[in-house]
Nanobody, 119 residues
């Protein structure tokens, strides 16, 4: 069964913006709020890499490659996490995945959403 659903991907020109969403439809609010919600991406032909994480306490960490351009946020009432991506570059082209990490380290993921940035 689907644990997480990502959306918002697409094709944009370099310098453009996209907002990705990740929803945990099976969670109830109290469960979602105690989980950490990281985003990862997998560029074509490369390994999956960390992008950003927002913890249950709302502390945030970004990969150096996206600092100052991407913003991660969460809405626990909607059971969603967002990734606002500005000033996109061709090297941001990847499949973007969100994960959900429980306090006991159980981790779930989604199917991913494709982001393509044209030069």
């Amino acid at each position: 069964q689907v644990q997480l659903v990502e959306s918002g991907g697409g094709s944009v020109q370099a310098g453009g913006s996209l907002r990705l969403s990740c929803k945990a439809p099976r969670n109830i609010f109290s469960v979602f709020s105690i989980t950490d919600m990281p985003w990862y991406r997998q560029p074509p032909g490369k390994e999956r890499e960390f992008v950003a994480n927002i913890k249950s306490d709302r502390s945030i960490k970004y990969a150096d490659s996206v600092k100052g351009r991407f913003t991660i946020s969460r809405d626990n009432s909607q059971k969603k996490v967002y990734l606002q991506m500005n000033s996109l570059k061709p090297e941001d082209t990847a499949i973007y995945f969100c994960n959900q990490v429980y306090p006991d380290a159980r981790t779930y993921g989604g199917q991913g959403t494709q982001v393509t940035v044209d030069p």
